[in-house]
């Protein structure tokens, strides 16, 4: 293998774990995104469950709050899935298929 080999494989390498790195990071965000979507929900539990006998507009907002909390979730699992088949596939580059 000759040194132009070599260091095109390296720069192979170093691109694929750039990917990598920021697959990762996206994993990261989707996941900040749900735990935010599961806050609206309890949030939206809370205000229904505390002035839902006093206060139909808070109701409706514990409602909304709710709504948005599943559709925020929902949305995150979608990205999620997505990201995750992107990094089987670099992984199976890289040669990490146990990780």
């Known amino acids: 293998m000759t040194k132009i ?3 095109r ?3 192979e390498e170093v691109v694929n774990l750039s990917k990598e790195r920021t697959l990762l990071s996206k994993e ?3 996941l900040s995104f749900m735990q935010t979507g599961l806050a609206f929900i309890g949030v939206g539990i809370v205000l229904i469950n505390i002035f ?3 206060s139909h507009p ?6 909304t709050l709710i709504l948005i909390g599943f559709v925020e979730v929902l949305e995150s699992l979608r990205r999620l899935m997505k990201y995750k088949k992107r990094m089987s596939s670099i992984r199976r580059i890289l ?3 146990s990780v």
Not at 58 to 63: F, S
């Open 5 to 7: 080999d070599k260091d």
């Open 9 to 11: 494989l390296l720069q």
């Open 28 to 30: 990261r965000t989707i």
């Open 52 to 54: 839902g006998a006093t």
């Open 58 to 63: 808070t109701v409706i907002i514990g409602w």
């Open 95 to 97: 040669g990490h298929d």
